[in-house]
Nanobody
Framework: QVQLVESGGGLVQAGGSLRLSCADSGRTFSTYAVGWFRQAPGKERKFVAAISWSGDRLYYADSVKGRFTISRDNAKNMVYLQMNSLKPEDTAVYYC??????????????WGQGTQVYVSS
């Protein structure tokens, strides 16, 4: 069973950086596609980035391209989201999600509890 735990959120000034981590204790995490989503107050949850199980395919929302980088270390059962040049509009709760097999942005099956990112202006 997949149990996702996000960490690394916090308060940062605009222009700063944070690295979010998504951990899973399951033995099959390396076979799962993983995505990051975010939800700002009063808004719908939105796709941010995704990575295939092998790490060879990456997808980003237009709003974060060139600023955010998703990566994974399958030996450690970890997926990361490096966030640079942060903007106040990046403020949100960030969620890690996973699904077995190929990436399908609309069909992630497992979700973490989220980690709060707050970017001050």
């Amino acid at each position: 069973q997949v149990q996702l735990v996000e960490s690394g959120g916090g308060l940062v000034q605009a222009g700063g950086s944070l690295r979010l981590s998504c951990a899973d204790s399951g033995r099959t995490f390396s076979t799962y596609a993983v995505g990051w989503f975010r939800q700002a107050p009063g808004k719908e949850r939105k796709f941010v980035a995704a990575i295939s199980w092998s790490g060879d395919r990456l997808y980003y929302a237009d709003s974060v391209k060139g600023r955010f980088t998703i990566s994974r270390d399958n030996a450690k059962n970890m997926v990361y989201l490096q966030m640079n040049s942060l903007k106040p509009e990046d403020t949100a709760v960030y969620y890690c999600a996973a699904r077995s097999g190929d990436i399908d942005i609309k069909k992630f099956d497992y979700w973490g509890q989220g980690t709060q990112v707050y970017v001050s202006s």
